[in-house]
């Protein structure tokens, strides 16, 4: 009799490891970046590059890619996840942007 006491025993503590376990699961939350900057520096042969780094600024689900360091370049690049496209802008000089 007391043999199956502890069979059992050890099957409820395990349906309940298991129950616990996959409940646990179920509750994460990913996580979500509201916004960030990553820069790409550029390496040949173990040596660092000379030329303009390559920043993604993220913020609002939009991706924005810039080759140095100003932002208002003549020509942009976006990504919009929201919208689910992508952009490519031409600024001219006198300010107009295409």
């Given at each position: 009799?007391?043999?199956?006491y ?15 376990s ?8 990913t ?28 913020k609002n ?13 003549k020509?942009?690049q976006?990504i919009d996840?929201?919208q ?15």
């Amino acid at each position: 009799m007391q043999k199956n006491y502890k069979k059992y025993l050890l099957s409820i503590i395990l349906m309940a490891t298991t129950a616990c376990s996959l409940f646990a699961q179920r509750t994460k939350k990913t996580a979500v970046i509201a916004e960030g900057v990553v820069t790409y520096s550029f390496r040949s042969n173990g040596k660092e590059m000379r030329g303009a780094p390559l920043h993604l600024f993220f913020k609002n689900n939009i991706a924005n890619l810039v080759q140095g360091k100003n932002q208002e370049k003549k020509e942009g690049q976006y990504i919009d996840y929201n919208q689910q496209a992508t952009y490519q802008v031409l600024t001219l000089k006198d300010g107009s942007r295409f």
